[in-house]
């Protein structure tokens, strides 16, 4: 079942992308949630990435529209769609390896806070993922998941209300990655939107409520978990056969 107009974060209406006549997105529509952890999946080549891409202002769909808060995204600046609450990880690291975990936090480019303020909201995002102890390392010595940790909390440092993780367990040690997660369910407890892209079909399925499947460019299936488990276009999109 759908969610009802007044329980949708964000919806994409009819997106398209073309790269040199390839056709990366052909036409997907969904609509996020709101307060749900949601997972966007799909094989290699399937348009998931180019579709997080337009939501977030990386990239600009030659048609349709991405709705938040009423509003069209489509074609907006990513330091625009930062600005109205929504921020994004990515699957390498972009963090400042010359800088300490602090500065790191600190230099994140929208902050319109006094600075007591932002390094308040810094050392409490720290101490939520348990960094506090390599608060002055440089991000460049911390081990890979820590250094996906310190993106993370990175992305939440304007308190944003929908947040995009890009393949978050790629890379991370198991109990760095349990961490994490554990992490994304408090933040949802808080009333955020996370929609995940992930390979990685043990986060998809134990921790999201509705997933988006993608396939040439469009939207195959959506659904819960064990629903999509079990969807033939599913199977087929990955397997090649059906059951």
Known sequence: MSPSPDEIALEARDLRKSFGGVRAVDGCSFAVPRGKISGLIGPNGSGKTTTFNLLTGLATPDAGEVIYRGQNLAGLKPYQIFRKGVTRTFQVTRIFREMTVLENMLSVTGLRVPERVARARAEELIAFVNLTHLRAEYGGRLSYGQQKLLEFVRALMTDPD???????????????????????????????????????????????????????????????????????????????RRR
Request: glycine residues 8%; aromatic residues 4%; negative net charge.
């Open 162 to 240: 929908l947040i995009l993780l890009d393949e978050p367990a790629a890379g991370v040690n198991r109990t760095l990655l349990q961490h994490l997660l554990d992490h994304i369910h408090r933040l949802q407890e808080q009333g955020k939107t996370i929609v995940i892209v992930e390979h990685d079909m043990n986060v998809i399925m134990n921790h999201c409520e509705r997933i988006f499947v993608m396939d040439g460019g469009v939207k195959i299936a959506e659904g819960p978990p064990a629903a999509i488990q079990r969807d033939e276009r599913v199977l087929q999109a990955y397997f090649g």
